[in-house]
């Protein structure tokens, strides 16, 4: 991808105008190239936006703003050698203006580049061992079903339609990998229930959502969380986040697969009440109990502005789930 950035900046560089020229080049509507996952041009910039930056050949601006799912569009210059602006929010081509230095600029194009209105959600948290509904063949336009494990919760299953592990004879559960993380102090990945308005199983299963916490002791947090499951019993905007030790709700298939408790481990609904509480649980799952009360501070169930965006990597790891909208 973008084997021309090189050439196009050189080209680029060399271009010299008189006035009347200027104002021609500056009328010109850009070439736009439609290149994998963007769209590009030379000699253009995104104003304002910036999310962060970094110092790297312009060959390799589109794909940095590709790995990063919270970039929707960039724009790369030759300051102090070559730096790439990776910018956030929704934009349009028509908002690209000329910049005369020798420059590229692009916008992703992607249908969960984050383009669309920030919604208003909440969330509430879970663990409850069983499998989730996107793992289940057909749910939606992805590459495969999400993973399910068997009842070790590390080895894949691999029967298509395993019975839940939370019906009688059911072999399928929920991965242990499947916690959440911290990615730095701000930053989280992880996997939730969700239910959205006007939208279905076929939108949202394995989309990932940026959630920023608007409330409580997390607020101003961010975490992107890929839809694995839904639920009856769930609100409009609502991600049930999976942490272990967050409460089994309905189903308790935590105590066939790993020997909890009648209600799971502390309330049915809620789960454990203190970080001590998380060595009740086995240690395969431990680590996104201790997660809860660490980087996400104990909150309880904040609300959160959420969007869509590209799902990173490394939850597409865990699951082995891509929509082909991604």
């Excluded at 230095?101 to 969960?112: D, F, Q, W």
């Excluded at 975490?223 to 272990?244: K, R, S, Y």
Aim: glycine content about 14%.
């Amino acid at each position: 991808m973008f084997v021309l950035y090189s050439a196009i900046v050189i080209l680029g560089a060399a271009i010299s105008a008189s006035a009347s020229d200027a104002d021609h080049v500056i009328k010109k509507r850009f070439d736009w190239h439609d290149e994998g996952s963007l769209q590009w041009s030379s000699n253009c910039d995104f104003f304002g936006n910036d999310l962060s930056d970094v110092q790297v050949p312009g060959e390799r601006c589109g794909p940095a703003c590709e790995s990063n799912p919270s970039c929707t569009h960039f724009t790369w210059t030759g300051h102090n050698g070559g730096t790439c602006w990776l910018k956030q929010g929704g934009t349009s081509l028509d908002a690209a203006v000329r910049l005369e230095e020798s420059s590229v600029c692009g916008k992703m194009k992607r249908g969960g580049d984050g383009g669309g209105p920030v919604l208003k959600g909440k969330t509430t948290r879970y663990w409850d061992c069983c499998k989730p509904s996107c793992a289940w063949d057909g749910k939606a336009s992805v590459n495969k079903a999400v993973d399910t494990c068997n009842i070790d919760g590390t080895s894949i299953d691999t029967i298509s339609y395993g019975k839940n592990g939370c019906e009688d004879g059911g072999v399928s559960y929920m991965c242990k990998a499947q916690q959440p993380w911290a990615v730095n102090d701000n930053l989280a990945y992880g996997f939730a229930a969700a239910k959205l308005v006007g939208k279905g199983e076929n939108d949202w299963c394995c989309a990932c959502y940026e959630l920023t916490f608007t409330n409580g002791a997390a607020s101003g947090k961010k975490m992107i969380v890929q839809a694995t499951n839904t639920g009856n019993d769930l609100g409009e905007n609502h991600f049930d986040i999976q942490m272990p030790g967050g409460g089994v709700g309905i189903f308790n298939g935590c105590q066939k697969q790993y020997g909890a408790p009648d209600n799971g481990w502390g309330e049915r609904y809620g789960g454990v009440g203190s970080r001590d509480q998380c060595n009740a649980l086995p240690e395969a799952i431990r680590g996104g109990c201790h997660w809860r009360f660490d980087w996400f501070r104990g909150a309880d169930n904040p609300t959160v502005d959420f969007r869509r965006v590209r799902c990173p990597d490394e939850l597409v790891a865990k699951t082995h789930c891509r929509r082909t909208d991604d």
